[in-house]
Each structure stands twice: as structure tokens, then as C-alpha cells.
């Protein structure tokens, strides 16, 4: 390699007097990791190289040129002939190097009015938003297989919590479809977060602008940075735009609220499968055994991704740390944003990919939900709606009800299994009706508010998240 940027020592300017060292040479090398942005790096080149032609400051020829050498820099990266130079520090310097090397002086030409930090953090950018959009398809993906058992469990009826004590019988369905406006919340997230992120610091060179008259709005709209009326998305202050990694934050921001939701969801899977609830089997291929209990079959993927999400929250105080103590412009620091932002995508990607999977094959044991939910007085409030309905006032009800079920529990039944005779003992009101209001059904039923539980109500919404999802 002859390019001058070969040699770092050598290649700044003649201000340096010694080489790095190998120790520091991997210390500040970012290649290892940031070659993954290497489409985007070439696709940012191009938009730039265009924009300067059409600008009367690159020639035909050498326009030219930088498409053939870029077209030929991506052949030899996908198919794995391109060399990554630790030497050369970074994705943008081993491009640009290859390159020169490739078409000479017009290689060298690119870099005209642009530094690696507008560079980089349009990659950064470009990068970030293309994943987005695959992480959206993907949580559509798991709402529709969420959806999809909610649709098959509308009349299964298990045993609502609070403090993780019985509470209130609810759909199953029900249950499931809370875990949907959960992620449809996070989408609504990822689509503003993609806003903030698709705007383009290319043209603010390294931190003040730069003395070329470069069309920014025009390499904005070739790199598709246009809001929803095609209006160029281009960053307003160049001290801000080389420096703001404020989007990446707000991503692993939501990123880690989805898998706080996806981490709630596990706990609730494992409660379910063990022995103790068995309402609920998923899949063998999402579980293994144990190497000393024969027995055993652990929820090693929702475990794991309870475990993950904790990774993905450390990656949020990682980014959001790493701004904190930063003057302006660019600084060095910024160089570390790429692995946590990239380790959130693939462990967020990952594990969308393989909940959808492993929900829409999830076994429901409807009978022992429906046991659960007869134990524990789940209906108890329905009794002191019933009495209040007969005018009772209800902190009146709440009393007669907490004495009746004080005497069902020291007998060890439910309260329908006490006598009417003696149900009236409690409140002279109560009559032979009460049989049907203290029932599962009749409780699930009673509870048609918009949100409620009723499957009528749950059954609506099924068709309203089904419309939205397509
Ligand atoms: N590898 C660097 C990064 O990731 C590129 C920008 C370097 N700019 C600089 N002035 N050293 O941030």
C-alpha cells in the first residue's frame, strides 16, 4: 500500500516524529468492529461524491472513477477478498485507502469538504436507521404470533394477579393482548426514534462547515434522509451534527423498554411452566435438560433473554455515560458507540426473532388455569358489585364479603359451594342469581368496559389489532 494514509505517522502530516506503538495502534482502532458499516460508508461516499460532481467540484471522469472503484471495494467485500488493515484504523480510511489504490488521484478526491466526523456519524445514522426498520417488521411479527394465540384463548380463563396473589379471573387472551400495547407502544417509540435519527451531518466537515458550497439538502434526499412529505432531513448546526449521538441513545432508550417488556413476559412463561402452575408448555426446542436431573426441562430462552435484558439496560447507561462529560465538537469518545449500539440491534433482533417463534407455539392447558382461578376467591369482588347493585353501599358490600369468604376458607370451599341459605346468612338480599355472578364466566362476562376482560370487549380488540397489524 503507497497510499500515505498507509502509515498514520507518516501519513497525518510530517508533525509526527514517531510511529504508535502496536499497544496504542489497538487501542484507538476501531476497524475490527466498524467494517460492519462499510455499505453505508460506501453509500454516504457516493451521495457526497455525486453532490460534489453535480456541484462543478469533481469531474465527470473522476466520478466516474469513485463508482467504479466503490463498485469494485463492494464485490471484494462481500465476497470476502477485501483486506481490513488494522493499520489503516477504521472503515472510513480502509475504504478510502482501497479506493486510491484502485483510481487514484480521483480516490483522493472524495474526501473534499467532508471529515471522518460528519462521515461517521452519518454512517452511524444511515446504519441505525436501516436497522430499525428491520426491528419494527420483527416486532409486528411477534404481536401478530401474540395476537394469533390470543384469538384461540378468548374463552380461557385464568387467574388475574396483584402482588402475585390471586386477584380477578381474566381472558387469557386478555392477558396476552396487554403484552401487545405494550410492544405497540415500543414501535410507536422505534418510528419517532428513526425521525430524530434520519438526518444527515454530512457537510458539516469536521465541526464549523466547510468553504466548499456543498448541496446538503441534495445528498440528504439521495440517501433517502426526507421526512414524510419528502422534505430533506438535513442537521441544522455543524458543532451539533458531528457530535450528537443523542438518536443512539434514544434507541437503546426504547430498545431497553422492549426487552423490559419481553423480560416481564418471560417471568410470567416461567411462572407458567413450572410444575406448581403447569398452565402453559412451550416448545422442547426452546428448552433443555438438566445434566443431573433426569426429570427437567428448564425455560432456558426466556431465562436467557430475562438475563439479556439487562445487558441491553447496560449498553443504555454505557451511551448515555459516554456524553456526558463531552465539550463540543467530536471527541474520540464517540468512537465507542458503535459496539454497545450494535450488540443492542443483533440481542433485540435475536430475541424478537425467536419470542414469535416460540409463542405461537406455546401449549395452553386451559384446565389449570381455570382451577387456579377457582381457588383464591377470584370472583369475591363480583359478589360485592352484586350486593351494591341490590343497594348496598360499597364499603358495606367489601365487609359482608370479606366475612363470607372468611367462612368458605375455614370450611375449604369456594363460594359457590356455600348453601344459598347460608350465602343469604350474610346479606338477606342475595338470591338464587348470585350462583351465575360468583361463576368464571359470569365474572369475565360482567366486565364489558372498553378494556375489560369481557370477551366481548377482547374480542374486539383482537379484530382492532388485526386490522392495524395487516
Ligand atoms: N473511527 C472514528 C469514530 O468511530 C471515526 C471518526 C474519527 N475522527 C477523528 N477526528 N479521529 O468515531
Same mark, same amino acid.
Given at each position: 500500500?503507497?497510499?500515505?494514509?498507509?502509515?498514520?505517522?507518516?501519513?497525518?502530516?510530517?508533525?509526527?516524529?514517531?510511529?504508535?506503538?502496536?499497544?496504542?495502534?489497538?487501542?484507538?482502532?476501531?476497524?475490527?468492529?466498524?467494517?460492519?458499516?462499510?455499505?453505508?460508508?460506501?453509500?454516504?461516499?457516493?451521495?457526497?461524491?455525486?453532490?460534489?460532481?453535480?456541484?462543478?467540484?469533481?469531474?465527470?471522469?473522476?466520478?466516474?472513477?469513485?463508482?467504479?472503484?466503490?463498485?469494485?471495494?463492494?464485490?471484494?467485500?462481500?465476497?470476502?477478498?477485501?483486506?481490513?488493515?488494522?493499520?489503516?484504523?477504521?472503515?472510513?480510511?480502509?475504504?478510502?485507502?482501497?479506493? !486510491?489504490?484502485?483510481?487514484?488521484?480521483?480516490?483522493?478526491?472524495?474526501?473534499?469538504?467532508?471529515?471522518?466526523?460528519?462521515?461517521?456519524?452519518?454512517?452511524?445514522?444511515?446504519?441505525?436507521?436501516?436497522?430499525?426498520?428491520?426491528?419494527?417488521?420483527?416486532?409486528?411479527?411477534?404481536?401478530?404470533?401474540?395476537?394469533?394465540?390470543?384469538?384461540?384463548?378468548?374463552?380461557?380463563?385464568?387467574?388475574? /394477579?396483584?402482588?402475585?396473589?390471586?386477584?380477578?379471573?381474566?381472558?387469557?387472551?386478555?392477558?396476552?393482548?396487554?403484552?401487545?400495547?405494550?410492544?405497540?407502544?415500543?414501535?410507536?417509540?422505534?418510528?419517532?426514534?428513526?425521525?430524530?435519527?434520519?438526518?444527515?451531518?454530512?457537510?458539516?466537515? *469536521?465541526?464549523?462547515?466547510?468553504?466548499? *458550497?456543498?448541496?446538503?439538502?441534495?445528498?440528504?434526499?439521495?440517501?433517502?434522509?426526507?421526512?414524510?412529505?419528502?422534505?430533506?432531513?438535513?442537521? #441544522?448546526?455543524?458543532?451539533?451534527?458531528?457530535?450528537?449521538?443523542?438518536?443512539?441513545?434514544?434507541?437503546?432508550?426504547?430498545?431497553?423498554?422492549?426487552?423490559?417488556?419481553?423480560?416481564?413476559?418471560?417471568?410470567?412463561?416461567?411462572?407458567?411452566?413450572?410444575?406448581?402452575?403447569?398452565?402453559?408448555?412451550?416448545?422442547?426446542?426452546? !428448552?433443555?435438560?438438566?445434566? @443431573?436431573?433426569? #426429570?427437567?426441562?428448564?425455560?432456558?430462552?426466556?431465562?436467557?433473554?430475562?438475563?439479556? !435484558?439487562?445487558?441491553?439496560?447496560?449498553?443504555?447507561?454505557?451511551?448515555?455515560?459516554?456524553?456526558?462529560?463531552?465539550?463540543?465538537?467530536?471527541?474520540?469518545?464517540?468512537?465507542?458507540?458503535?459496539?454497545?449500539?450494535?450488540?443492542?440491534?443483533?440481542?433485540?433482533?435475536?430475541?424478537?426473532?425467536?419470542?414469535?417463534?416460540?409463542?405461537?407455539?406455546?401449549?395452553?392447558?386451559?384446565?389449570?388455569?381455570?382451577?387456579?382461578?377457582?381457588?383464591?376467591?377470584?370472583?369475591?369482588?363480583?359478589?360485592?358489585?352484586?350486593?351494591?347493585?341490590?343497594?348496598?353501599?360499597?364499603?358495606?358490600?367489601?365487609?359482608?364479603?370479606?366475612?363470607?369468604?372468611?367462612?368458605?376458607?375455614?370450611?375449604?370451599?369456594?363460594?359457590?359451594?356455600?348453601?344459598?341459605?347460608?350465602?343469604?346468612? /350474610?346479606?338477606?338480599? @342475595?338470591?338464587?342469581?348470585?350462583?351465575?355472578?360468583?361463576?368464571?364466566?359470569?365474572?369475565?362476562?360482567?366486565?364489558?368496559?372498553?378494556?375489560?376482560?369481557?370477551?366481548?370487549?377482547?374480542?374486539? #380488540?383482537?379484530?382492532?389489532?388485526?386490522?392495524?397489524?395487516?
Amino acid at each position: 500500500m503507497t497510499s500515505q494514509l498507509h502509515n498514520k505517522s507518516a501519513g497525518w502530516s510530517a508533525l509526527f516524529a514517531e510511529p504508535m506503538s502496536d499497544l496504542v495502534k489497538r487501542y484507538t482502532a476501531s476497524v475490527n468492529f466498524d467494517q460492519r458499516l462499510w455499505r453505508v460508508d460506501i453509500q454516504g461516499s457516493l451521495a457526497h461524491a455525486e453532490m460534489l460532481h453535480a456541484q462543478g467540484l469533481l469531474s465527470a471522469a473522476d466520478w466516474a472513477s469513485i463508482q467504479r472503484g466503490m463498485a469494485q471495494i463492494t464485490q471484494d467485500i462481500e465476497s470476502g477478498q477485501f483486506t481490513w488493515q488494522l493499520d489503516l484504523e477504521d472503515v472510513h480510511l480502509n475504504i478510502e485507502a482501497r479506493l !486510491t489504490a484502485l483510481v487514484g488521484d480521483a480516490g483522493k478526491r472524495l474526501h473534499t469538504g467532508r471529515s471522518r466526523n460528519d462521515q461517521v456519524a452519518t454512517d452511524v445514522r444511515l446504519w441505525l436507521r436501516n436497522e430499525i426498520d428491520t426491528l419494527r417488521g420483527l416486532l409486528a411479527d411477534l404481536q401478530r404470533a401474540l395476537v394469533q394465540v390470543a384469538e384461540q384463548n378468548v374463552d380461557v380463563i385464568l387467574p388475574g /394477579f396483584t402482588h402475585l396473589q390471586v386477584a380477578q379471573p381474566v381472558s387469557f387472551a386478555h392477558h396476552l393482548l396487554a403484552y401487545v400495547e405494550m410492544f405497540a407502544r415500543d414501535d410507536e417509540r422505534l418510528a419517532d426514534v428513526r425521525r430524530r435519527t434520519n438526518r444527515l451531518p454530512l457537510g458539516s466537515a *469536521a465541526l464549523a462547515g466547510t468553504t466548499y *458550497a456543498l448541496d446538503r439538502e441534495r445528498v440528504a434526499r439521495t440517501l433517502g434522509m426526507v421526512d414524510e412529505h419528502g422534505q430533506a432531513q438535513v442537521c #441544522q448546526n455543524s458543532l451539533d451534527a458531528v457530535s450528537d449521538r443523542d438518536f443512539a441513545i434514544e434507541f437503546a432508550a426504547a430498545a431497553s423498554l422492549v426487552m423490559v417488556h419481553i423480560s416481564r413476559l418471560s417471568e410470567e412463561l416461567i411462572v407458567w411452566m413450572s410444575q406448581n402452575f403447569g398452565f402453559i408448555k412451550i416448545a422442547d426446542r426452546f !428448552t433443555t435438560g438438566s445434566s @443431573i436431573m433426569p #426429570q427437567k426441562k428448564n425455560p432456558d430462552v426466556p431465562e436467557l433473554a430475562r438475563g439479556k !435484558t439487562g445487558r441491553v439496560v447496560g449498553h443504555l447507561m454505557g451511551l448515555i455515560t459516554l456524553m456526558k462529560g463531552q465539550p463540543l465538537a467530536y471527541n474520540k469518545d464517540n468512537q465507542e458507540d458503535k459496539e454497545p449500539l450494535f450488540d443492542t440491534v443483533d440481542t433485540l433482533a435475536d430475541t424478537l426473532r425467536i419470542f414469535a417463534e416460540m409463542l405461537a407455539g406455546i401449549t395452553v392447558n386451559a384446565d389449570a388455569m381455570r382451577a387456579a382461578a377457582q381457588r383464591g376467591y377470584a370472583t369475591a369482588t363480583d359478589l360485592a358489585d352484586y350486593l351494591v347493585k341490590k343497594g348496598l353501599p360499597f364499603r358495606d358490600a367489601h365487609e359482608t364479603v370479606a366475612h363470607a369468604v372468611k367462612a368458605a376458607s375455614v370450611r375449604g370451599v369456594d363460594l359457590t359451594e356455600l348453601p344459598l341459605a347460608e350465602l343469604q346468612g /350474610f346479606h338477606a338480599s @342475595i338470591e338464587a342469581d348470585v350462583f351465575e355472578v360468583l361463576s368464571l364466566q359470569g365474572s369475565l362476562n360482567a366486565r364489558q368496559t372498553l378494556g375489560g376482560t369481557a370477551p366481548v370487549r377482547v374480542r374486539e #380488540q383482537i379484530a382492532r389489532h388485526k386490522g392495524r397489524l395487516g
